[in-house]
């Protein structure tokens, strides 16, 4: 059975910082683990959909970003914890949002790599950064 929980949400002042983790246990139905698979980032706020933040391959070496928070923020893993890290920095009011974990994507290399969500969604973590 697979389990995904964020933490590390709250409230912080326009500038500051946050880092939110994402621990992935357990594994699908068919065989497949957390270093074996891409993770993404996605936030919402009420009455929108849930956009992709930041994303990254199961080794590691390749990351992906909206461009409303490149440059700011940092997605990370550690493989051998099964965890993934979301570093984020100047944030901003519009930041504000409930920010879920991902495990389990499909991470198609290319041009412009494309994270492809899975089932595998954990409980979400709310962030507001106060102006």
């Known amino acids: 059975q697979v389990q995904v929980v964020e933490t590390g949400g709250g409230l912080v002042h326009t500038g500051g910082s946050l880092r939110l983790s994402c621990v992935v246990s357990?594994?699908?139905?068919?065989?497949?683990?957390?270093?074996?698979?891409?993770i993404g980032w996605y936030r919402q706020v009420p009455g929108k959909q849930r956009d992709l933040v930041a994303s990254?391959?199961?080794?590691?070496?390749?990351?992906k970003y909206a461009d409303s928070v490149k440059g700011r923020f940092s997605i990370s893993r550690d493989n051998r914890r099964n965890t993934v890290y979301l570093n984020m920095n100047s944030l901003k009011p519009e930041d504000t949002a409930v920010y879920y974990c991902n495990a389990f994507g499909r991470w198609a290399y290319g041009a412009s790599d494309v994270y492809t969500a899975s089932a595998y969604w954990g409980q979400g973590t709310q962030v507001t950064v106060s102006s």
């Open positions: 357990g594994s699908t139905s068919s065989g497949s683990t957390f270093r074996d698979n891409a």
């Open positions: 990254i391959s199961s080794s590691g070496s390749r990351t």
